[in-house]
């Protein structure tokens, strides 16, 4: 019997150490057991930080789009990789039993007396559980601890998870938490640590709207000295905002931005494709008409002081921006030269590459046989710029408006107007300098490329839109934030789902987190030092931690979730350790 399970544990560890050194995520072992390598599954990585792990789970049911495997594929003890075609479904358990026999190979291969077995220093190893044993276990993990690197004493991790209640008398206390924590360890040395998370971008609340946004700004708390449960963090606690935007919500100051970006990156997309899908635009006056207008109001006001030519028409944008009621940025500027005036005339009409050719053959005209000579910023880089910059010398070069030219010609007005834009609340600001920005102000490079460098420039100010209108977040804190933001996306492509972190003072945002339930709460009794500290820790969430087990929520069907006065209801975790030596 002894021999039988060395056996089946030399088989298992082995497979392990294999799965270790592929560069695969998956593999089969026997014919009901998953095993995977991750750093982060949620729970997991709260307990073991960012180093790899696996996870055994029961095997999803796999598709068969037709043919049989091989009997060497569906070996029971194949040691090779496998590739699952999984039904869509998420991960399964295994039984307590199956779990407890896996973990117990995992300890003794660890276990440096077993010299029936060949030690390797493996990553953690977890198991999915499926709580049916009464303390209801979710998981059961272990994980050597190694001192001058030599295996001596392995932690065995319990995980108990129960539904979402808002009663707060079934929580544990503080108290019962530490001796839950004693009864493991009998160290009377215990510190205490709380942990909570408020997610402060949905407590705007705006009653008429109902908005689906992936844009998330959520705190996170952590602090020493725990005295009960939800206790709210104290004004010495470590703060880390978690910023995520996505461009293009309507609760955004910079919305308006947006949709002016919105046209720009059409306009670049079909530049690169050749085939562009035109936007709903808010301007039923044709391109034409509005170009030949703008001409003739400078003709009209030769002499008015440059550029005031058009009454500031084009310069008082909308004062929709915020279409929820809160400040916009201000990001209007009043200086706007006649391309950046003709820009915006026409990307709010145009419908067509001869659109775009038609009121360009009009404006270059104009310019040539002298009937305007409009005023245009001294650091403009379009190529309608530098003709009329020729024309104060009467000297005007041919441009042939064929193909692509035109748009190319636009897609250059909307470059050089959306950075200025972007400099003039940057700078304005106080948030960076020109030479920070020089990165993404740069014309080195060719045009596809500074649109990407645009768009992540948006991105950074929808961040501080954020930052400004929803939390009122001080100068000194923007500032630094700032220059992390662009130092990070000088390097890194644009992407929407970072999650930008800065930290903060507590005060900065008490208004929110002591009138508000957090989404999530924990604390953690720890004792020992180093590699042997264990700890136990209590959790509660408004989602579950565990996604392999349904949860009955224990709700009543009538209790209004909606109603301010409701308590959150959360998911109960209780994680233990213990520490088993081997010397």
């Not at 602090?223 to 939800?230: F, G, Q």
């Not at 490079?445 to 948006?458: A, M, N």
Request: proline share 4%; charged share 25%.
């Amino acid at each position: 019997m002894a021999g039988s399970v060395v056996s089946e544990a030399k088989r298992f560890i082995h497979f392990l150490r294999l799965c270790q050194d592929d560069d695969k995520d998956s593999w089969a072992y026997q014919e009901n057991i998953k095993i995977s390598k991750h750093d982060d599954e949620p729970l997991l990585s709260i307990i073991e930080g960012n180093q790899p792990f696996f996870i055994c789970e029961k095997m999803p049911p796999e598709h068969e789009p037709g043919g049989t495997e091989s009997a060497e594929e569906t070996s029971l003890n194949e040691e090779v990789s496998v590739k699952l075609e999984h039904l869509g479904i998420g991960p399964l358990p295994l039984s307590i039993n199956t779990a407890r026999k896996l973990l117990s190979w995992y300890t003794m291969s660890q276990n440096p007396n077993m010299a029936q077995l060949e030690a390797h220093v493996l990553h953690p190893l977890w198991v999915r559980c499926d709580m049916s044993d009464p303390a209801g276990t979710s998981w059961l993990g272990a994980e050597t601890v190694y001192v001058g690197g030599k295996a001596t004493a392995v932690k065995l991790y319990t995980v108990r998870s129960k539904g979402a209640t808002a009663d707060e008398t079934s929580f544990m206390t503080v108290d019962q938490l530490k001796q839950e924590h004693q009864n493991r360890h009998h160290s009377s040395a215990l510190v205490t640590k709380g942990w909570a998370e408020y997610n402060l971008f949905c407590l705007v609340k705006e009653e008429s709207l109902v908005i689906d946004s992936q844009s998330r700004v959520t705190a996170t708390f952590r602090w020493t000295n725990v005295e009960k449960m939800l206790e709210s963090p104290p004004l010495s606690s470590v703060v880390t905002l978690q910023i995520k935007v996505t461009v293009g919500d309507i609760r955004s100051p910079m919305f308006q931005k947006f949709r002016e970006l919105e046209f720009l990156l059409t306009l670049a997309e079909g530049l690169r494709t050749g085939e562009i899908e035109w936007l709903d635009l808010p301007e039923t006056r044709s391109t034409v008409d509005l170009t030949r207008e703008l001409i003739e109001g400078l003709e009209n006001v030769a002499n008015a002081v440059p550029g005031q030519n058009l009454k500031g028409s084009e310069n008082q944008k909308s004062k929709t921006d915020s279409v929820l009621g809160f400040s916009s940025m201000l990001m209007e500027r009043g200086d706007l030269d006649f391309t950046e005036q003709l820009w915006e005339k026409m990307r709010k009409s145009v419908t067509s590459y001869q659109d775009i050719t038609d009121s360009l053959k009009l404006v270059i005209k104009a310019v040539r046989f002298g009937q305007i000579k409009p005023w245009v910023h001294r650091d403009s880089s379009s190529s309608l710029s530098r003709l009329i910059v020729q024309s104060y010398q009467q000297q005007v070069d041919t441009v042939p408006l064929t193909g692509l030219t035109p748009a190319i010609m636009l897609l250059e007005l909307g470059l050089d107007k959306m950075r200025k834009d972007y400099i003039n609340y940057l700078v304005g600001k106080e948030l960076t300098t020109l030479n920070h920005l020089s990165y993404y102000l740069s014309t080195q490079v060719d045009l596809q490329e500074q649109v990407v460098r645009l768009k992540k420039l948006h991105h950074l100010l929808e961040i501080l839109g954020t930052c400004c209108s929803f939390l009122s977040l001080p100068h000194e804190r923007l500032f630094f934030f700032t220059q992390s933001c662009l130092q990070y996306y000088k390097t890194a492509p644009y992407n929407e789902e970072h999650v930008f972190e800065m930290q903060i003072k507590p005060a900065l945002i008490s208004h929110f987190y002591h009138t508000e339930q957090p989404t999530s709460w924990a604390v953690e009794v720890s004792s020992g030092q180093g590699s042997r500290e264990v700890k136990t820790s209590w959790h509660l969430s408004d989602k579950p931690l565990v996604d392999h087990v349904p949860f009955d929520s224990g709700l009543p069907l009538e209790v209004s979730v909606s109603a301010e006065s409701e308590k959150t209801a959360y998911f109960r975790t209780l994680v233990c350790c213990s520490l088993a030596n081997f010397i």
